[in-house]
T-cell receptor
Framework: TQLLEQSPQFLSIQEGENLTVYCNSS?????LQWYRQEPGEGPVLLVT?????EVKKLKRLTFQFGDARKDSSLHITAAQPGDTGLYLC????????????FGTGTRLKVLA | KAGVTQTPRYLIKTRGQQVTLSCSPI?????VSWYQQTPGQGLQFLFE???????NKGNFPGRFSGRQFSNSRSEMNVSTLELGDSALYLC?????????????FGEGSRLTVL
């Protein structure tokens, strides 16, 4: 069974602080996506990384795909209350058939 | 354009009953996937439909079933409900199947089983 472990599970920080969320697996993924989900809504895609070692930046968010395509990280600089939400990584597996495996989630709360 | 629409948004059932949830994908999207979200297990993949055919299935018992219609709308059914089926059921649509594109999620149907 392919699993994606995210750490930390919960994070409560003050506005302006930096943070990093990790997404780890023993399996190789064709690509990896990060989603953010806010209460009462479905997850919304933030980014897709495809190549091992790839780094993508989205304003204050920096995403990195591990060289071996087994892990990823999300770094937020100067967090704001609007960053509050559940962050989910999702790896695309192509062993057998295509499907997304979602991580366990990181619940972030940024306090003003 | 209109997003993914799921109905009903909330429902309460009792053990042993069955439930049908509906999902209307974004216009032009032919792939619909279903996920179960619970605090303990996170998002678990149920199944994916593309052009009325089930393309992929997760590790759920046969009580969970689905179908897709010619207009790409999809339904999922859970029979003989159990307490553990209480969850948020999310539907996601995408343009194509099997190419790792963006999943567009609906707001979900929150099922409570008493």
């Amino acid at each position: 069974t392919q699993l994606l472990e995210q750490s930390p599970q919960f994070l409560s920080i003050q506005e302006g602080e930096n943070l990093t969320v990790y997404c780890n697996s023993s399996s190789v993924f064709s690509s990896l996506q990060w989603y953010r989900q806010e209460p009462g809504e479905g997850p919304v895609l933030l980014v897709t990384v495809v190549t091992g070692g790839e780094v993508k930046k989205l304003k204050r968010l920096t995403f990195q795909f591990g060289d071996a395509r087994k892990d990823s990280s999300l770094h937020i600089t100067a967090a704001q209350p609007g960053d509050t939400g559940l962050y989910l990584c999702a790896g695309l597996t192509t062993s057998g058939t295509y499907k997304y495996i979602f991580g366990t989630g990181t619940r972030l709360k940024v306090l003003a | 354009k209109a997003g993914v629409t799921q109905t009903p948004r909330y429902l309460i059932k009792t053990r042993g009953q069955q439930v049908t949830l509906s999902c209307s994908p974004i216009s032009g999207h032919r792939s619909v996937s279903w996920y179960q979200q619970t605090p303990g297990q996170g998002l678990q993949f149920l199944f994916e439909y593309f052009s009325e055919t089930q393309r992929n299935k997760g590790n759920f018992p046969g009580r969970f079933s689905g179908r897709q219609f010619s207009n790409s709308r999809s339904e999922m059914n859970v029979s003989t409900l159990e307490l553990g089926d209480s969850a948020l059921y999310l539907c996601a649509s995408s343009l194509r199947s099997g190419v790792g594109g963006e999943l567009f999620f609906g707001e979900g149907s929150r099922l409570t089983v008493l």
